[in-house]
């Protein structure tokens, strides 16, 4: 029969932090925050929670586009120099979590964070000797 490698894996409600008791990836309600999007993940009942309260807050607000930026997906220059230096991007991460540092959004950059502001690529750079053009 031989081995059998399974992986599993635990979806944790961005709500209130529990287990998503699911069998597949729910399907996320995605946010724009001061100008960083965000999936956010949740249970059925927290989800229609969180939709009940932001209808309140933007039943009279104003609409906009969010602005498509052709900078999306470039690397500052910090963060090529970090990577030429044969650093990774989970390295920089731990260092940031470990140094309590934060993202463009103002909140503590998290090991969930999917992306590193150029500053805390800049700060690590500066930390670790690395010139950066």
Same mark, same amino acid.
């Given at each position: 029969?031989?081995?059998?490698?399974?992986?599993?894996?635990?979806?944790?409600?961005?709500?209130?932090?529990?287990?998503?008791?699911?069998? &597949?990836?729910?399907?996320?309600?995605?946010?724009?925050?001061?100008?960083? =999007?965000?999936? %956010?993940?949740?249970?059925?009942?927290?989800?229609?929670?969180?939709?009940? &309260?932001?209808?309140?807050?933007?039943?009279?607000?104003?609409?906009?586009?969010?602005? #498509?930026?052709?900078?999306?997906?470039?690397?500052?220059?910090?963060?090529?120099? @970090?990577?030429?230096? =044969?650093?990774?991007?989970?390295? @920089?991460?731990?260092?940031?979590?470990?140094?309590? %540092?934060?993202?463009?959004?103002?909140?503590?950059?998290?090991? #969930?964070?999917?992306?590193?502001?150029?500053?805390?690529? &800049?700060?690590?750079?500066?930390?670790?000797?690395?010139? @950066?053009?």
């Amino acid at each position: 029969m031989g081995i059998q490698e399974i992986k599993t894996f635990k979806i944790i409600d961005d709500f209130d932090g529990t287990e998503i008791e699911t069998d &597949q990836k729910p399907e996320p309600i995605q946010i724009v925050w001061q100008g960083t =999007g965000y999936n %956010l993940y949740m249970s059925d009942a927290n989800a229609k929670k969180f939709s009940a &309260q932001i209808e309140k807050v933007i039943k009279s607000a104003d609409t906009f586009e969010p602005a #498509r930026s052709s900078a999306v997906g470039t690397k500052s220059p910090a963060q090529e120099a @970090v990577e030429a230096a =044969g650093d990774t991007f989970q390295q @920089v991460k731990s260092w940031a979590v470990a140094q309590g %540092l934060k993202g463009a959004n103002g909140n503590p950059i998290t090991e #969930r964070a999917p992306r590193i502001s150029p500053e805390a690529w &800049q700060k690590y750079a500066e930390a670790h000797d690395i010139a @950066v053009k």
